[in-house]
């Protein structure tokens, strides 16, 4: 069965403190991947998403992904992180085949707290 | 302009009502789902209408029940309700089947009381 983990389930760090957060997938196939972002009270938000080519992609707000075929990962980095990137982060996977429905598989989300 | 909206933003009830989710996307999508998202913030897909077809329900109690009368609405009917529904509903849109990235709504948080 398909299915998306996120190691760091709450994350706290202070501002300009960098940031990794895990995500590794099982799936059999070729995937498509997504980071999104959920700040307080708001919806999700896509950060970045990873579909082929280079597997360093570059998101929104100076966040970054690394997609690793050999280990399902792709873990979301930010050098220095703001008060401002408080929220919850969600990984998720789409499968990359013929009968694909566009239906995300999330992981369970990190919440991250930054201090001021 | 809000791309994927949803109506009502907050929604408290009590057990045993009917009640119902508004979803509106004005980005010419082609597909639509319903997600929800559990007290642990844990996000599952319940339903994808494609082109006002149904493709996805995942074992969805069939007190659930979506329609979508164009590809620009879906909207999600509950019967019955039990307070195991409460969560946030999120509704999404996305250009086609394909694996493009889905658009979401702000969220309906339901109460059930």
């Known amino acids: 069965a398909q299915s998306v983990s996120q190691h760091n389930h709450h994350v706290i760090l202070s501002e300009a403190a960098s940031l990794e957060l895990g995500c590794n997938y099982s799936y059999g196939g070729t995937v498509n991947l997504f980071w999104y972002v959920q700040y307080p009270g708001q919806h999700l938000q896509l950060l970045l998403k990873?579909?082929?080519?280079?597997?360093l992609v570059k998101g929104i707000k100076g966040f970054e992904a690394e997609f690793i075929k050999s280990k399902f990962s792709f873990n979301l980095r930010k050098p220095s992180v703001q008060w401002s990137d408080t929220a919850e982060y969600f990984c998720a996977v789409t499968p990359k085949h013929s009968g694909n429905t566009g239906k995300l598989i999330f992981g369970q989300g990190t919440t991250l707290q930054v201090k001021p | 302009d809000t791309a994927v909206s949803q109506t009502p933003k907050y929604l408290v009830t009590q057990m045993g009502n009917d009640k119902s989710i508004k979803c509106e996307q004005n980005?010419?999508?082609?597909?639509m789902y319903w997600y929800k998202q559990d007290s642990k913030k844990f996000l599952k897909i319940m339903f994808s209408?494609?082109?006002?077809?149904?493709?996805i329900n995942e074992t969805v109690p069939n007190r659930f029940s979506p329609k979508s009368p164009d590809k620009a609405h879906l909207n999600l009917h509950i019967n019955s309700l039990e307070l195991g529904d409460s969560a946030v509903y999120f509704c999404?849109?996305?250009?086609?089947?394909?694996?493009?990235?889905?658009?979401f709504g702000q969220g309906t948080r339901l109460t059930v009381v």
């Open positions: 999404a849109s996305s250009q086609g089947q394909g694996a493009t990235e889905a658009f």
């Open positions: 990873y579909f082929s080519g280079d597997p």
């Open positions: 980005l010419g999508h082609d597909t």
């Open positions: 209408y494609n082109n006002k077809e149904l493709i």
